[in-house]
């Protein structure tokens, strides 16, 4: 990714703004991105217009410190790409080198590649930039070289996918692993929650299981953060990376942000959000960026089991199924009940497939017990 | 208002599908054959097709009768029984 387009101002001069608040539309080779911004202050000056074509790093916007008549020169850098991962809005150049931290071998790999470090942001807690922060602004910035004409980003994105699964397969060693889960529990429950509640407060049977996932996650920390510069970073926080096709092709796996502590309605409400600016193309740029791992579901397409390819930092996958009825045989005894087969493609350099099995065994066990997964956060 | 009938709860369910997938033309929906393989909906978008069909026409659609939404006829039928009008016609 290499440049977007403004597409509309979400602020103007005097505005009070804050860490995280959406800034500005741009348009990228992923369909319209709100910008974030990363620090808070005073706008001071818009200087990009809308309709611009602005390549990234390039200065948007001057923010002022809050109550300061001084105008240090913060800036909204053209963020943006979801793919840039990070591209967000640091403050200006020279405050923004000021605060980062980055090793020496990755700021000459950034000098090599002709990445901008005003659009890279490190994927871990510690901050630091570390190689593959760079190797990944930069191959995101590849696809993009190509004019990303605003009428084409669908095969913008198909080279934004083939790049990341291209790496995911030359450098990750993956191993898969898959169980049926006896789910009939957990529809029985749902649809005696579901009876209870209207139309437009109903429970998708996605979201137990984004919650399912989640804590057993936390059981299994090998699978959850990135791998970066040859060595695992675990996440404290689960950040779910949701696999959502969008119609007519394509895919994004933007985040929902510690999906572990959401109760069920908090996680419906934000799949809900999330699958609306997927399909309407407003995904915000945090979002993209920072999954610790992902979960695809393509039951929905009737198939019996998903083997995903992991999204390079990520560790890990989580594949699941159809839920179909199967003979299920208990106590000796062949009995018709609802199955689900999950599946776990996970990075062999972080974990083994014994972690990897305690994993889907704790998948199985929290959802044997959905009542209790609507309550945990 | 008064019950409404077979072409008017149609044209209720082809707003709330074009809502979800503009890029279907309704004349193309073979009334006989499975809804959402054809519209390619997938649960979240059959959701929000139920939560439309609840905002135009007031009904709330349980789950359990999710099955009688299979087809675009045997949705019509549905609807008409749910909203009232009588099958006489059919």
Known sequence: ?377 | MSAPDRQQLQAAIFDAIGAIAPEVDPADIRPDQPLRQQVDLDSFDFLNVIIRLHEILGIDIPESDYGELLTLDRAVDYLLRRCGGSTAGK
């Open chain 1, 1 to 377: 990714m290499e440049a977007g387009t403004l597409v509309e101002w979400r602020i103007k001069p005097g505005d009070a703004v804050t860490r995280g608040q959406v800034v500005a539309v741009v348009e990228t080779q992923k369909g319209a991105i709100d910008v974030e911004i990363w620090d808070s202050g005073i706008v001071d000056r818009l200087v990009a217009r809308p309709g611009a074509k602005i390549p990234v790093g390039e200065v948007l916007a001057l923010l002022r410190g809050d109550g300061k008549t001084a105008a240090p020169p913060a800036t909204t850098p053209s963020a943006i790409a979801p793919t840039a991962v990070t591209a967000p809005v640091p403050s200006a150049a020279q405050s923004a080198a000021d605060r980062q931290k980055i090793s020496p071998s990755a700021r000459r790999l950034a000098q090599e590649l002709g990445v901008d470090l005003a659009t890279v942001q490190a994927q871990t807690a510690d901050g630091v930039i570390s190689r593959a922060d760079i190797e990944r602004a930069a191959a995101t910035a590849k696809p993009a070289a190509v004019a990303p004409a605003a009428g084409d980003w669908r095969a913008q994105m198909r080279k934004a996918i083939a790049a990341a699964m291209a790496r995911a397969k030359r450098e990750i060693p993956h191993y898969y692993l898959a169980t049926d889960i006896d789910v009939t529990p957990l529809l029985a429950w749902l649809a005696a929650e579901n009876a209870k509640r209207s139309v437009v407060e109903r429970l998708l049977p996605a979201v137990p299981l984004m919650k399912a996932v989640a804590l057993a996650l936390r059981e299994v920390p090998e699978l959850n953060g990135f791998w970066i510069d040859g060595a695992f970073r675990p996440s404290s926080a689960v950040h779910l990376g949701m696999a959502i096709a969008m119609r007519g092709g394509g895919l994004v796996a933007p985040a929902i942000h510690d999906a572990d502590r959401k109760t069920c309605d908090e996680l419906m409400a934000a799949l809900r959000d999330l699958i609306t600016r997927v399909r309407g193309g407003r995904l915000r740029s945090s979002e993209m960026a920072d999954p610790t791992v992902t979960l695809t579901s393509l039951g929905e397409q009737g198939v019996a089991q998903v083997f995903g390819v992991i999204y390079p930092p990520q560790v890990a996958i989580v594949g699941l199924g159809r839920i179909r009825e199967r003979p299920w045989v208990t106590a000796g005894t062949v009995a018709v009940r609802q199955v689900l087969t999950a599946s776990l493609a996970a990075d062999h350099r972080v974990s083994d497939g014994h972690r990897g099995a305690l994993f889907l065994a704790a998948l199985d066990r929290l959802l044997q017990a959905p009542e209790t997964l609507a309550e945990k956060a």
